[in-house]
């Protein structure tokens, strides 16, 4: 089972930037995917950015896509996403998650999530 920790939201104004932070323990994840998805109230999670276990290996959902980066440490067992230019519809609880890597990347293939990290913008 792996253990995932995520850190970094916070309160900032739109325009500003966020660095979010997601370490992994307890199990080897070598050509895992690990990404970033976000629920905001009454909403459904929904899938922000995954990083296969090589370099390049990126996908990002349209409305962050030129905004956010996914970037992945494997040693380190650390995946960060790097906010800019954040919305205020970018405000949710932004979870971590590790699973095997499929083409394309979808919410049901990832096993093991983080508890979640808030970020709030506010206009």
């Known amino acids: 089972q792996v253990q995932l920790v995520e850190s970094g939201g916070g309160l900032v104004q739109a325009g500003n930037s966020l660095r979010l932070s997601c370490v992994a323990s307890g199990r080897t994840l070598t050509n895992y995917a690990m990404g970033w998805f976000r629920q905001a109230p009454a909403k459904e999670r929904e899938l922000v950015a995954v990083?296969?276990?090589?370099?390049?290996?990126?996908y990002y959902d349209y409305s962050v896509k030129g905004r956010f980066t996914i970037s992945r440490d494997n040693a380190k067992n650390t995946v960060y996403l790097q906010m800019n230019n954040l919305k205020v519809e970018d405000t949710a609880v932004y979870y971590c998650a590790a699973g095997p890597l499929k083409i394309p990347p979808s919410l049901p293939d990832f096993d093991s999530w983080g508890q979640g990290t808030q970020v709030t913008v506010s206009s």
């Open positions: 990083h296969g276990w090589n370099a390049g290996s990126t």
